[in-house]
């Protein structure tokens, strides 16, 4: 098998995981607060476990990511990850009691930290001026499981009958549902899925490390560059070359990179930030506390937050103006997960464009939109059924048409303003990022149900100070990775 099929086999194996995942919250999420109330659990409990997904993720996501830092390989890590999905789904089968549905969703919800080292590996395998249509198609592949989850839930609440000492029923069938799906996927990853791209980075660091003999070349060094741009471009970059975006460089291993790099181009005319503090803690201080890294890791923050609020409130908001029960709210999420997939669809043609800042502030801005609109109508609902219903429905429209334009510009822009390096890491923690928020928007939503101006009040307030951060860092928010790639670049051809 060509290297080039196995690239295609083994990002088809990525849409399979994240589709996966959106199957798996589409599935879960309309019917466990019905499946808590039949194991007589207070209100409190659908934000206890729609938080404990999200803390195990928020734990595991890093420390996956460092894992895939360190080894250079994801499948493994993949394998590994998944076993807790396999695992912590047949707990939430078996539904015994309300502890041990909690406890699932905290062991389910470690697989999730292998997604950190799959953004490290897209990251690494991929151009910048390319990396948001790739993002945007892999998030698209977990909406589109958004998409489908719902219609699984249409035939498993039918299911009714024994298996053993275990019963299933329309709460405990997507617990075994997914978990005979992630079994299979586990197949899916051993057969189909290579850490083939790490392979030919490896390659493009050897030859640069070693003194670049085709700069001696010019013509060979026009062939090189068109021939491996996509490559070669984030690799001569990264932190571990140049020592930029405050990291580390260790004293003798500039030294030997200068002398092998001395014949082919002159020092750079720009003064190198070169810290004299070592280890890890210092790096990761010195690489998260920059401007545009806050900004955009308050917007993952901010983003989340509301939207996992929203989305904990909705189920029981339906269920007392509405009276939707399962099947209503599956069909709702299906419709959202086809206004999500066809944003991001918009999104990966609109990234092609306009700057990823731009995507961005248009994001931010339709959030807002949404955020006033819920305040004012969807706090304390007015007029009769229909009215309601409409109310109801431009609030969820807006909330859920800014979502794409928000998740893939940030998430793009994170891994150019980041270092290559330690792209797996950084990754880890922007997902714990927005772990956190997933863990505090449903807490936040699930005790004030019944107060849903103070609720959606602070989450307005949050939003309006996210547009005052993007405004003040909007020059900021651009790929320096390349505009240094650029310089070096011109410096050389100068010498």
């Not at 690489?287 to 923050?301: C, D, G, S």
Request: hydrophobic share 45%.
């Amino acid at each position: 098998m060509d290297d080039q099929k196995k690239r295609k086999l083994t990002f088809f194996t990525i849409g399979l995981i994240f589709l996966l995942s959106g199957v798996e919250y589409a599935v879960i999420l309309p019917t466990v607060w019905r499946y808590l109330q039949t194991l007589e659990a207070p209100p409190y409990f659908l934000g206890l476990a729609l938080s404990a997904f999200s803390f195990s993720g928020l734990l595991s996501g890093p420390i996956f990511g460092h894992w895939s830092d360190r080894t250079r390989t994801t499948k493994k890590i993949i394998l590994f990850a998944n076993l807790f999905e396999i695992l912590g789904n047949f707990m939430y089968f078996m539904g015994f009691s309300k502890w041990l549905l909690l406890s699932s969703r905290l062991v389910a919800g470690i697989g999730t930290g292998a997604g950190s080292s799959i953004f490290g590996f897209l990251t690494r395998s991929t151009a910048p001026e390319d990396r948001a249509t790739v993002f945007a198609a892999v998030m698209a592949c977990r909406q589109a499981g958004l998409l489908i989850g719902p219609a699984f839930n249409i035939f498993l609440r039918l299911c009714d009958f024994h298996l053993g000492p275990f019963v299933v029923n329309k709460y405990t069938a997507p617990g075994l549902f997914m978990c005979v799906l992630w079994f299979l996927l586990q197949l899916v990853v051993i057969f189909l899925y290579w850490d083939l791209p790490l392979q030919e980075s490896a390659k493009v660091k050897e030859r640069v490390l070693h003194g670049g003999t085709d700069a001696e070349d010019g013509k060979g060094r026009e062939e090189e560059e068109e021939e491996d741009t996509d490559e070669e471009k984030p690799l001569i970059t990264s932190q571990e070359l140049v020592g930029s975006y405050g990291s580390v460089v260790p004293a003798n291993s500039q030294t030997a990179l200068n002398a092998s790099l001395n014949h082919t181009s002159p020092p750079s005319p720009k003064p190198q930030v070169s810290y004299t503090s070592s280890g890890p803690g210092f790096f990761s201080s010195r690489e998260f506390l920059r401007e545009e890294v806050i900004v955009l890791l308050a917007a993952q923050f901010i983003t989340l937050f509301n939207q996992t609020a929203l989305e904990t409130m909705v189920t029981p908001l339906t269920q007392k103006f509405f009276g939707y029960g399962e099947l209503e709210n599956s069909i709702m999420y299906c419709l959202c997960g086809i206004e999500v997939i066809a944003g991001f669809l918009f999104v990966r043609w609109l990234s092609r464009r306009v700057a990823e800042r731009v995507v961005l502030a248009i994001g931010l801005a339709i959030c807002n939109v949404s955020g006033i609109w819920c305040l004012i109508f969807m706090a304390k609902p007015l007029g009769d059924f229909t009215w309601m219903l409409t109310e109801f429905i431009i609030g969820v429209f807006l909330q859920v048409l800014g979502l794409p334009f928000v998740a893939v510009a940030q998430v793009s822009l994170f891994s150019k303003v980041t270092a290559e390096k330690t792209q797996g890491l950084s990754q880890g923690v922007r997902r714990s990022v927005g772990g956190l928020a997933t863990i505090l928007g449903p807490l936040w939503a699930g005790g004030l149900t019944d107060n849903l101006y103070i609720m959606m009040g602070v989450m307005m307030a949050l939003l309006a100070l996210l547009m005052i951060m993007l405004a003040f860092s909007y020059n900021r928010l651009v790929a320096p990775a390349t505009e240094e790639h650029v310089d070096n670049s011109d410096n050389s051809s100068l010498s």
